[in-house]
């Protein structure tokens, strides 16, 4: 196949996965907001989609460390870039229709580490690098996020003993609003990174661009308008199991998870760590629901989660690899692994058709919870 | 296999820092606003108040021009 042709396919299915990025990551940062009345799910999926559009302009660090390094960039070509995109969209729009919150990031990250793998060998994977800016990061965030979150929310009850409850209502909702803002601009500045470095992997793999370059502008631009389309279009399944299944969450609360895991994300992303968003935000509201009380989180849905956290990097990987390899035959492999990606997300969102989630549906879910927890007090 | 702990560090550090400032300055400035209601200086409960939430608002500002200024 011609490379340019092939580095636009690319191109293009790198922006899919960034839109598929902002569909599934909407609940991150406005999941709690919902939940607790603080936002109308249409409003709120407005501001996350403008807040992402920012935060992907602010910073390249987290693109770099993709482009820059996790993988041997002398030693792929754009064909195996390309198995590795589908193989991470595939597993994507799976978890996806599944109600799982698992992570964009890493099923990328295995889905191109498996794609390099498989076609140019072990040693073309970077895993030192891997090791240091992906996977202690993703555990250590997640943690750290978990364990602030529950001193600010101790803190956060512990202040407000004695405030009004018209204003502390208020007030927090307001907070949470803010908070809210923070965690779609965090999620902009690492989640859309991911998608800059991938095509600036790949117009280095294709030779356009010198070894260690920066992401071209409109790179950066088209990354940033496809993450918050995605945000704007999606989300709501999964807004589902974040907002009340993990947690019941209070205003002050939200405020305090959201706070903690946004702040982490971004100082995080200026030092070029690629975090898991929707692992850091998870932890957030752990963390948050244990400083409430002790026993405030379902430990068997957060289980559940953290069964899925730790298969994504091999799960997506496996796809990759397999994606990859049947990619680097050349452009009868490039078609036939384009063709099974069109068809697995035809058929997931036909699927996900015949029972559609709607925002709509989100707040009587919420209504009726409210409603059941009354009948039992 | 090197690890970069002290940027893990100064990101856990730097984290707890700014979450647990920022939530003293919120509920704190919560806490006197609703002062105003309840008898006492409410001059004096809303300058706090109003502090607080300006002091909020600069500490995100400033954390969001270090990340752009580099």
Known sequence: MDASLLVIVVVFTALAFDFTNGFHDTANSMATSIATGALKPRTAVAISAVLNLV?????????????????????????????????????????????????????????????????????????????????????????????????????????SRRTSERVKDRGFKVGQIASAALMSLAHGTNDAQKTMGIITLTLITAGTL??????????????????????????????????????????????????????????????GFALSTTHVASGGIMGSGLGRQVDGVRWGVAGRMALAWVFTLPAAGLVGALAGKVASLGTVGVVAVALVGVAVSVVVWLLSRREPVRPEHVVDEIAAQAQTREVAA | ?????????????????????????????????????????????????????????????????????R
């Open chain 1, 55 to 159: 935060g992907a302009l602010l910073s390249v660090e987290v693109a770099k460390t993709i482009s820059g390094g996790v993988v041997d960039d002398a030693r792929i070509t754009p064909a195996v870039v390309f198995g590795g995109l589908v193989g991470a969209i595939v597993w994507n729009l799976v978890t996806w229709y599944a109600g799982l919150p698992s992570s964009s990031s890493h099923a990328l990250f295995g889905g191109l580490i498996g794609a390099t793998w498989i076609s140019s060998g072990a040693d073309a994977v970077h895993f030192a690098k891997v090791l240091d800016k992906v996977v202690v990061p993703a555990v250590v965030a997640p943690l750290v996020a978990g364990v602030v979150a529950l001193l600010a929310t101790y803190l956060t009850y512990r202040l």
């Open chain 1, 210 to 271: 010198a070894p260690g370059s920066a992401p071209p502008l409109w790179v950066v631009l088209s990354a940033a308008v496809a993450i918050a389309l995605g945000t704007y279009l999606g989300g709501w399944r999964i807004t589902h199991t974040l907002g009340k299944g993990l947690t019941t969450i209070e205003a002050p609360q939200g405020f305090a998870a959201q706070t903690s895991a946004a702040t982490v994300i971004m100082a995080s992303s200026h030092l």
């Open chain 2, 1 to 69: 296999m090197t690890v970069d702990w002290s940027a893990l560090g100064v990101v856990s550090g730097v984290s707890l820092a700014v979450v647990l400032g920022l939530v003293v300055l919120f509920a704190t400035g919560l806490r006197a606003w609703s002062a105003r209601e309840s008898g006492g200086s409410v001059a004096a409960a809303t300058a706090l108040a109003v502090g607080c939430f300006g002091a909020c608002a600069a500490l995100v500002l400033f954390g969001i021009h270090l990340i752009v200024a």
